[in-house]
T-cell receptor
């Protein structure tokens, strides 16, 4: 069974600083990988996804993520954080084949200081 | 177009009562998922529908939980004899895909509180 680890429960950055949120997965083959963002009282919004091909994927709101097979990682990055980026971020892995559900990490809460 | 909608947005009930949570997927999406998100955790899979049938219900915690999707569109998650541990946000997602890579679009969730 697949699993996802987000080692940082809470991260604080200053507005304008760069951001990297870590995600490590466990899966027997190359999985489908996702980053979602959740603002208070809101559902999950898809930021970006990796299915195959180029290991550096671009998403919405200026986010990008890089799939590194050797490290089983899919870290999320943004070069300059905005105050509106404050939210909770979830990494998720989707299996190939008949099992179509997503397995989520426990999330990283991002606080942005003015 | 409209996204996934869920009703009610909040539900407060007493221990032992029965509740129904409704999900309206994006029009034309054949796949529908239910997840449960406890406080401070990521969503956990409950059940997946492809059309009208439950293709995978391996995430349902016990037989108090049941879900239907009779016409292949709207789905209802039903919880019998609710317990305080059932308190969580219940998320619904839908997807247009039958096979291959699958992007799931989530609704805002129903916050269930069992007193």
């Amino acid at each position: 069974a697949q699993s996802v680890t987000q080692p940082d429960i809470h991260i604080t950055v200053s507005e304008g600083a760069s951001l990297e949120l870590r995600c490590n997965y466990s899966y027997g083959a190359t999985p489908y990988l996702f980053w979602y963002v959740q603002s208070p009282g809101q559902g999950l919004q898809l930021l970006l996804k990796y299915f195959s091909g180029d290991t550096l994927v671009q998403g919405i709101k200026g986010f990008e993520a890089e799939f590194k097979r050797s490290q089983s990682s899919f870290n999320l990055r943004k070069p300059s954080v905005h105050w509106s980026d404050a939210a909770e971020y979830f990494c998720a892995v989707g299996a190939k084949g008949s099992a179509r559900q997503l397995t989520f990490g426990s999330g990283t809460q991002l606080t942005v200081l003015p | 177009g409209a996204g996934v909608s869920q009703t009610p947005s909040n539900k407060v009930t007493e221990k032992g009562k029965y509740v129904e949570l409704r999900c309206d997927p994006i029009s034309g999406h054949t796949a529908l998922y239910w997840y449960r998100q406890s406080l401070g955790q990521g969503p956990e899979f409950l059940i997946y529908f492809q059309g009208t049938g439950a293709a995978d219900d391996s995430g349902l915690p016990n037989d108090r939980f049941f879900a239907v999707r009779p016409e292949g569109s709207v789905s209802t998650l039903k919880i019998q004899r609710t317990e305080r541990g059932d308190s969580a946000v219940y998320l619904c997602a839908s997807s247009p895909v039958r096979t291959g890579p699958d992007t799931q679009y989530f609704g805002p969730g129903t916050r269930l509180t069992v007193l």
